[in-house]
């Protein structure tokens, strides 16, 4: 493609708060835009189908002058700031995903959804199809939609990408293929502080989230058996929430923690623990991990592209909350596993770097090819 090529990633909604699959896709955006591409993020302010729903025109009208007086008048409505982009990448917050949105761009430009919904407006923009469309699939994302939306998607004529080798088994499930490009960790953003050897063996962390899919609760009562045998088991949890009301006394909480603030939890934990039913990839399992942490974790979708039963972490069957338990006790109690698996947990997630990754996203997407 000659002169400066055009990438523009349709978002499902504004990133109010953090969001680990808008956090792989801004990573994306800052290494496209510095290999010299025209980078544009795309937020709608209500969805096509939303709008579709409302039939009259002069609802319709007032909708749209209400989002215009809300965002540029009054300054009510804002993108995120959580995420600090260092290149220039164009955020662009708009009413609506239209058909016609592809008249905004050069004819070059490659447009890329980023989950399910956003799927099927990008295969139903004008002029484009699976040469200038693609789908980069970060999750099988039934927890919004049923089964048959989410595969049904993956027949559209776009080019897709998955994030973890179970996901490309999905699409195989439906007879269609993928670009396999795996997650990655910032070497500069998480590292190790503390020494594996020297960390306290009772201390422990984990994401505390409300999606169901990542069964917090679980992760709770797994410690509140492990604490009956190991007394004084303390655990550190984060998330985007105030303080939930269900954390116990024994359980620190920091919300929304910065870069140094999230590297001192993951440097002060031995074992980091998830119970996640389904994960498309499992990022906080990643940065734990580079950071030093020991995991247990559930044997769960994308925890399997890095975590090995008795090799970098102890898995135990989804919603088994007892085996849960008592991986995190066998951690807590043979230092020599705990030191050995959090070796080379450290070793495997070193081994996904973003330097690979996007050499296969720019070559599936089709940019970049001077490189």
Not at 11 to 27: I, M, N
Not at 49 to 61: D, F, H, I
Not at 245 to 251: A, E, I, N, Q
Not at 260 to 285: D, Q
């Amino acid at each position: 493609m000659p002169g400066r090529q055009s990438v523009v990633f349709i978002l499902p909604a504004r990133d109010e708060a953090p969001v680990g699959g808008y956090k792989v896709v801004y990573t994306y955006a800052e290494m496209l835009s510095r290999c010299g591409c025209d980078v544009h993020l795309v937020y709608p302010h209500i969805k096509p189908e939303a709008l579709a729903s409302v039939k009259s025109p002069l609802l319709r009208l007032k909708m749209r002058l209400g989002f215009f007086y809300r965002l540029r008048i009054r300054k009510q409505l804002r993108l995120g700031n959580w995420f600090r982009f260092k290149e220039k990448v164009c955020r662009e917050y708009l009413f609506t995903v239209s058909r016609n949105l592809p008249r905004r761009y050069p004819r070059t430009a490659v447009f890329v959804a980023t989950a399910v919904e956003t799927s099927y407006w990008v295969a139903g923009m004008r002029g484009v199809d699976a040469r200038n469309g693609c789908y980069f699939i970060q999750d099988f994302e039934n927890w919004k939609h049923d089964d048959g939306y989410v595969l049904a998607s993956y027949r559209l004529p776009l080019r897709k990408a998955v994030i973890s080798s179970w996901l490309r088994d999905k699409l195989l499930e439906t007879g269609e293929e993928a670009v396999l490009v795996p997650n990655a960790i910032d070497p500069g953003y998480f590292s190790l502080a503390t020494p594996i050897e020297e960390r306290s063996p009772f201390e422990v962390a984990f994401l505390y989230h409300t999606d169901d899919r990542k069964r917090t609760g679980d992760v709770l009562a797994a410690l509140d058996l492990v604490r009956k045998a190991v007394p004084q088991l303390h655990a550190v949890s984060f998330g985007v929430e105030d303080r939930p009301s269900d954390l116990p006394s024994w359980c620190d909480y920091c919300r929304q923690p910065d870069r140094e603030e999230h590297n001192r939890i993951y440097n002060r934990a031995a074992i980091f623990v998830a119970a996640s039913r389904a994960e498309g990839w499992g990022l906080t399992v990643c940065e734990a991990m580079q950071c030093g942490c020991a995991v247990a974790c559930t044997d769960a979708g994308g925890f399997r592209e890095f975590c090995t039963e008795g090799k970098t972490a102890l898995m135990s069957p989804v919603f088994d909350v007892e085996a849960l338990a008592e991986n995190v006790r066998r951690l807590v109690c043979d230092g020599e596993l705990r030191v050995r698996l959090a070796k080379a947990g450290m070793e495997r997630i070193g081994s996904f770097t973003w330097e690979s990754s996007f050499d296969r996203m720019r070559k599936f997407l089709g940019v970049c090819s001077e490189l």
